[in-house]
Nanobody
Framework: EVQLVESGGGLVQAGGSLRLSCAASGFTFDDYSIGWFRQASGKGQEGVAFISNGDNRTYYADPVKGRFTISSNNAKNTVTLQMNSLKPEDTAVYFC?????????????????????????WGPGTQVTVSS
């Protein structure tokens, strides 16, 4: 059974940091890409950061570039999202998701954000609240 479980969410003041973890099981971790998405109350889903476990290539959405870092520990089947300099607009439920293969297209070399619909497995989410 495939499982993705997020942890590390919570309440933090603006300017603070949080570290989210996504623990994966039930699939060959090295053959998958992991993405972090978020959804704020009343808003649509937004891709935040992605990593391919096969080549460690990463992608960051513009609003989080320079503040968030995604990393993967293939030995522990865990992906971490380090979030620094948090802002109130980062408040959302954060989800990790998995899709087979690379998140980017090695044929067209498209390295834009992958669609959420291309991810097969999702965790239940963890709430991140940043107070001003």
């Amino acid at each position: 059974e495939v499982q993705l479980v997020e942890s590390g969410g919570g309440l933090v003041q603006a300017g603070g940091s949080l570290r989210l973890s996504c623990a994966a099981s039930g699939f060959t971790f090295d053959d998958y890409s992991i993405g972090w998405f978020r959804q704020a109350s009343g808003k649509g889903q937004e891709g935040v950061a992605f990593i391919s476990n096969g080549d460690n290539r990463t992608y960051y959405a513009d609003p989080v570039k320079g503040r968030f870092t995604i990393s993967s520990n293939n030995a522990k089947n865990t992906v971490t999202l380090q979030m620094n300099s948090l802002k109130p607009e980062d408040t959302a439920v954060y989800f990790c998701a998995a899709r087979p293969g690379l998140w980017w297209d090695p044929v067209t070399y498209y390295t834009g954000p992958p669609r959420a619909t291309s991810f097969d497995y999702w965790g239940p989410g963890t709430q991140v609240t940043v107070s001003s």
